[in-house]
């Protein structure tokens, strides 16, 4: 089955209840997030090594756009991945890592693990993506610096935490993913506990030694402390600090 790129509410009501017993792959994107780009890919790719498969549906949602469908799932970070059947959610996955989800995937589809496998195959790993995996262990200051620069602007608004918003690993990044989510705010999400490199290089990149750290358009903006002052201070801190 290929991807269905899903237009409205009223369609994707029919086909999410067509048929309960299918797994139902959900992903949600965006333009603006650049993980997404190679997200969208990856998806594809597993839908079509799925086509002769009648039992798995894909569905890819523009988080933007269907906004009212992402508020019933309470998406707040794209790339946003959910596994459903019988109306019930079996797994949900927030970031770019293709290895997740292709796990995923592999442990509720009723089909071979080895297709899933070749279709992995077919993709690079991710190397400067959204909730990547670790970096090179040999990776030179000079490159650790360029793919933080473009790890920060990823998304408008990067916050790189321990954990996932949907499985915080720490209290301090669950607060931060709950203020943004308060504010109804988009974000991009980096987990620093899967690449060390990055976990200590952006303590010397932001002149920051804690975590969560969250970033707009690219600039640093602070931890969980100055964030909080911030909104205190502004209640449009966000759309602000977005437009400046």
């Known amino acids: 089955m290929a991807v269905i790129e899903i237009q409205s509410e009223a369609q994707f009501s029919e086909l999410t209840k067509s048929d309960p017993s299918k797994l139902i792959a959900l992903y949600f994107h965006t333009p603006w997030a650049g993980p997404c780009k190679t997200m969208n890919s990856v998806f594809k790719t597993l839908a079509d090594s799925k086509a002769a498969d009648p039992t798995i549906l894909f569905l890819s949602i523009n988080a933007d756009d269907l906004s009212e469908i992402s508020e019933v799932f309470e998406v707040s970070a794209v790339p946003y991945f959910i596994l459903i059947r019988n109306s019930t959610i079996l797994k949900e996955l927030s ?139 502004d209640d449009q801190f966000f759309e602000r600090a977005l437009a400046a």
């Open 95 to 233: 970031g770019a890592d293709p290895k997740e989800f292709i796990n995923a995937l592999n442990q509720f589809s009723n089909s071979a693990p080895a297709a899933v496998a070749a279709a992995a195959k077919e993709e690079a790993p991710i190397n400067n993506g959204v909730g990547n995996g670790a970096g090179d262990v040999s990776e030179s200051e000079e490159a650790l610096d360029e793919r933080l620069k473009k790890l920060t602007a990823a998304a408008p608004i990067m916050l790189f935490m321990k954990g996932s918003p949907s499985s915080p690993q720490c209290g301090f990044s669950r607060q931060m993913v709950a203020i943004l989510r308060e504010h109804q705010v988009r974000f991009g999400f980096f987990d620093i506990l899967k690449d060390d490199s990055v976990r200590q290089g952006l303590k010397k990149f932001s002149d920051w030694p804690t975590f969560p750290q969250l970033y707009i358009n690219g600039e640093f903006q602070g931890g969980l402390d100055i964030i909080k002052e911030s909104i205190e201070e």
